[in-house]
């Protein structure tokens, strides 16, 4: 039997057994390609994990397919393919074009490596989104070339996958309705015949992750951590439809399913369990929202051992995701509960701007709270405006996440300063400021997952109105912030209060209902345990 004709058999799935730790259930997948027969089991777990977001490991699984089959140009194609990110913005440029150049020197020479016409195709592709030109036009070539690809090949699924993902990866600015949803038709033309495709489910999932469209998510969300239990960021994905449902519930299941996966695989590499991190944010965060105090105490708790670990070991190139992991759920503590824990940590004397912020955020809003020094919040005001200079001056010279980064800095700055006019006395000028800070956060891109702003404008808005009396005005405010942060405790509470100062008594029996959903583990009353 010839190469080619070895490498077109049936078209595998892959769960695999592996070691019991590691078993691989990443999703269902197949690719014809000219890879030789031993390469292709670890092929086809590369390309699970790559759509399941693995892509360290998928990285390593295509680079066991290339040791099988040295002139294996798809496997070059899937390590390739790892470097960049088009959900998160991310791509490392120099490191995917050595991943190529591993298959031949140039484009014409990589063409000629790959036997088929459909491989080919495959490889011009990425070609262009590692070509000349700024990440943003090669983002835009490249969605039109797996455009064309798709139209060539309607039947191959991982083309219409990868095609809605490309055209994910051209909203540079922010999720614009427009071009999600364009990729969800995508692959929505494709589930019917794919539903335990892992790309096809993730996708799903990313395209309708906000609070307007996340009801036809669901579907995805509850079918994906079924198809790929072995994936911790498959599992963690499927809490991105449940958080903006405000499904506390879910979102605590999924994210320590996650986690217990997570660390199994740290486990089996001699590593200790992972404590900080973007699933013990959200677990975090969720626990907030169930009224689980203590055991979002415990999280945090967890996340400020390891926070401080990392800045005892710094050296010259240290990673400190710990740190700012940590300072994002002690901001959301204190946000959500109303405890700031201690926030004693030895910065770097450099760097680290949005760390910075989120500790100088908690220390403000703390400080500007009702019955606190207007001098001291003043001084607290001073320390966020100065961090949030850094931040705003970073945003101009960087992408599209650190200009975002940088319009929530001036959202958390205004705030603050509206806070401290109010506590001065000046109420209606704090009230009109909280006002324009609550319109430019709304003029904010929708944003995945917790809000962007950890204590939302329009929320702040309400619960002043509330306390200055004006209960109608609240109550419009809060709805306005519950269309946007489903489910939220803080704001149920707040809303609660202006309907029933309002003698909305239905309305007030219905807020109530959802407020007692989320706080159903804590008792009738509600008590944090």
């Known amino acids: 039997m010839s190469r080619l004709a070895r490498s077109l058999v049936a078209a595998l799935v892959i769960t695999f057994a592996a070691a019991p730790l590691l078993a691989a259930e990443l999703g269902e997948v197949s690719f014809a390609n000219s890879g030789a027969a031993a390469a292709q089991p670890a092929f086809l777990r590369g390309l699970a994990l790559l759509h399941d977001f693995e892509y360290e490991d998928a990285a390593d699984s295509f ?9 294996f140009a798809m496997a070059c194609w899937g390590e390739a393919m790892t470097h960049t ?37 495959y490889l011009h592709t990425v070609e ?30 991982d083309a219409a996958a990868f095609y809605a993902l490309a055209l994910l990866g051209t909203a540079h600015h922010g999720r614009d309705f427009a071009t999600y949803m364009r990729a969800a038709a995508v692959l929505e033309d494709v589930f019917p015949a794919h539903p335990r495709h892992p790309g096809v489910l993730h996708y799903l999932i990313h395209c309708y992750d906000d609070s307007v469209h996340a009801p036809l998510g669901l579907r995805a969300a509850r079918l994906y951590g079924a198809v790929a239990p072995d994936a911790g960021h498959a599992l963690h994905m499927t ?43 959200w677990l975090h965060y969720a626990f907030l929202q169930a009224g689980r105090t203590a055991d979002a105490r415990r999280v945090m708790d967890g996340c400020h051992e390891e926070a401080l670990g990392e800045l005892r070991a710094a050296a010259k190139d240290a990673s400190y995701d710990g ?48 019955g606190g020094s207007p001098a001291k919040a003043r001084e607290a005001a001073e320390r966020l405006h100065a961090a949030a200079s850094v931040v705003a001056a970073a945003a101009g010279s960087a992408g599209s996440g650190a200009a975002t980064l940088g319009a929530t800095a001036d959202v958390m700055d205004r705030q603050i300063a509206a806070l ?9 000028e704090g ?99």
């Open 239 to 281: 809490s991105h439809i449940f958080v903006a449902l405000g499904q506390w519930d879910d979102v605590i299941t999924a994210n320590e399913r996650a986690m217990q996966v997570v660390d199994a695989q740290r486990h089996a590499k001699g590593e200790p369990p992972a404590r900080c991190g973007h699933y013990a944010s």
């Open 420 to 428: 401290v006019s109010i506590r001065e006395g000046k109420r209606d």
């Open 431 to 529: 009230l009109v400021a909280l006002a324009i800070a609550a319109d430019k956060e709304d003029a904010l891109p929708l944003s995945f997952g917790p809000p962007e702003v950890d204590k939302p404008s329009r929320e702040l808005l309400g619960e002043e109105l509330l306390a200055a009396g004006r209960a109608a005005e609240a109550k419009e405010a809060l709805q306005t912030a519950l269309a946007r942060t489903p489910g939220r405790t803080a704001v149920l509470r707040a809303l609660l209060q202006a309907q029933k100062a309002l003698g909305d008594d239905a309305e007030a029996a219905r807020t109530e209902a959802a407020l007692a959903r989320n706080l159903s583990h804590e008792g009738a009353a509600g008590a944090p345990r």
């Open 323 to 370: 740190v700012d992991s940590y300072a994002e759920m002690r901001l959301r503590h204190f946000v959500d509960s109303g405890t700031l824990a201690d926030g004693a940590l030895k910065l770097p004397e450099s760097g680290m701007a949005a760390t910075r912020l989120s500790l100088a955020y908690a220390d403000a809003l703390a400080a500007a709270g009702k």
């Open 63 to 71: 680079q066991q397919a290339q040791k099988l089959d040295p002139g």
């Open 85 to 121: 990110h088009p959900v998160w913005m991310q791509q490392d440029l120099e490191a995917a074009r050595a991943a190529l150049g591993k298959l031949a020197p140039t484009p014409a020479e990589r063409a000629a490596k790959a036997p088929t016409e459909r491989e080919r195709d």
């Open 128 to 157: 262009v989104l590692y070509g000349e030109g700024s990440k943003e036009q090669r983002d835009l070539d490249y969605a039109a070339a797996m455009a064309a690809l798709h139209e060539k090949y309607p039947q191959d699924v």
